[in-house]
């Protein structure tokens, strides 16, 4: 699990490239739905570097450990859903969601028919009651995490197609698709199980630098040699 086509970088590294920019006059602007800097000069952006969750991006422009920080990571695909809560960049509490939703012979979910006639069918029904039933429960569980944990980050890993699904369910989310604290996960993922939600424990607190074209011959930071890095999990 890996943000396409970028290196990790230390803490180190990620402290010489802000020097690096100031040095150059480049521009740094912070975006806070996706936790990220963009770094652009003149020409265009440069580079984007993804903050480690367990960091903030201080008013003085840096960066710097948050002293105690929470979220909750949402990875929805169609039938299964994984929800869990990190406190300091440790998973503490996961729930794993299954609904039977997929037709399968088009292999396709059934909320992509609700138009159709097919809906009236005994099996259509069916999908169609796990799949309301489904988002109804990650939210439910969402919520309890919202009333018992003082929550920074909210992490959503989901297809927009299903976003309504999940915002105009029964019991609704504790944040809305507008949510200052809403993060759409860069992390591609296949399953949505638990062993993915682990690979985020690392994930989200790393530095993942992506360089444009023209950025890659301005930049001179050296990738971390570290075989874990490499694997394609």
Not at 148 to 157: E, I, S, V
Request: with cysteine; charged share 20%; aromatic share 12%.
């Amino acid at each position: 699990m890996k943000i396409p086509q970028t290196q990790v970088l230390s803490d180190d590294q990620a402290l010489q490239l802000l020097k690096l920019a100031e040095l150059k006059g480049w521009q740094i602007h912070y975006a806070p739905e996706k936790h990220q800097l963009l770094i652009e000069n003149v020409a265009g952006w440069l580079a984007k570097l993804y903050l480690p969750w367990t960091q903030a991006w201080l008013p003085e422009g840096r960066f710097g450990l948050a002293e105690d920080v929470h979220y909750c990571i949402t990875m929805v695909r169609a039938g299964q859903a994984a929800v869990g809560y990190f406190h300091q960049g440790i998973l503490l509490d996961h729930k794993v969601f299954r609904a039977y939703m997929v037709r399968q012979k088009q292999g396709k979910s059934q909320f992509k028919y609700l138009k159709t006639k097919g809906k009236s069918r005994a099996g259509s029904r069916i999908r169609l009651e796990e799949t309301l039933l489904f988002f109804k429960e990650i939210n439910e569980r969402l919520q309890v995490y919202a009333k018992q944990y003082p929550l920074n980050f909210w992490g959503l890993g989901c297809a927009k197609t299903m976003w309504p699904l999940l915002f105009d369910a029964a019991a609704p989310p504790p944040f809305s698709s507008k949510s200052a604290e809403l993060i759409e996960l860069p992390y591609p993922f296949s399953k949505a199980s638990f062993e993915e939600l682990q690979e985020l424990e690392l994930r989200l607190t790393q530095f993942h630098l992506l360089l444009s074209p023209l950025g890659e011959p301005l930049m001179q930071i050296q990738q971390v040699s570290n075989t874990e890095e490499d694997d394609s999990w």
